[in-house]
């Protein structure tokens, strides 16, 4: 199967901006593996913020942004908020199966 | 209100079995996708399998193919994950999660294998 690579972990500052890359084994990343974002906080269930590479569901808050950036899927995240420190993984469908990434630690500091 | 509930984690044996369920309640259960996902404590999330809503299609990661099958009931909102020839590295939190895009998860159940 195919392995999804993210960056281990990021740091942005309050208010800042940070970029979330998804790399895939298979080649460059595109729409038709319809990326999700998705995002889990100590102790809870995971929370999907972005589907379909840029589409949010209406929970998401407007600093979030999904896009595909250089071959790669990409979360952006503008105005960084210290609500926002979580574990943020990247999914991506191989025609049925998916593949998490391994996820990227993001700390607001 | 919505709901995605995981239920019939447990200790078992290595080699033992498990049936897991997942009853969704407050969407339409039958019109979408379900998804297992589990996390080993302390690392991160691992797609496990998928099911197609009327059933006819599963997925499943290659660890788990042959060991793992899904069904639903869509008459009951119930989907099921068998798991047989369960080994030390299956333990994890099980989440499934369904709805449009994925929109709802469960709070997910923990299985351990373990002698």
């Known amino acids: 199967q195919a392995a999804v690579t993210q960056e281990p972990s990021l740091t942005v500052s309050p208010g800042g901006t940070v970029t979330l890359t998804c790399v895939s084994t298979t080649g460059p990343v595109t729409s038709g593996h319809s990326a999700y974002w998705v995002q889990q906080k100590p102790g809870q269930a995971p929370r999907t913020l972005i589907h379909g590479t840029s589409n949010k569901h209406y929970w998401t808050p407007a600093r979030f942004s999904g896009s595909l950036l250089g071959g790669k899927a990409a979360l952006t995240l503008s105005g960084a908020q210290p609500e926002d420190e979580a574990e943020y993984y990247c999914?991506?469908?191989?025609?049925?199966?998916?593949?998490f990434g391994g996820g990227t630690k993001l700390t607001v500091l | 209100e919505v709901q995605l509930v995981e239920s019939g984690g447990g200790l078992v044996q290595p080699g033992g079995s498990l049936r897991l369920s997942c009853e969704g309640s407050g969407f339409t259960f039958s019109s979408f996708w379900v998804i297992w996902v589990r996390q080993p404590p302390g690392k991160g999330l691992e797609w496990v399998a998928n099911i197609k809503p009327d059933g006819s299609e599963t997925y499943f990661m290659d660890s788990v193919r042959g060991r793992f099958t899904m069904s639903r009931d869509n008459a009951k909102n119930l989907q099921s994950l068998q798991m047989t020839s369960l080994r030390a590295d299956d333990s994890a939190v099980y989440y499934c999660a369904s709805g449009g895009n994925l929109a709802y998860w469960g709070q997910g159940t923990l299985v351990t294998v373990s002698s």
């Open positions: 999914l991506l469908n191989y025609n049925g199966p998916w593949v």
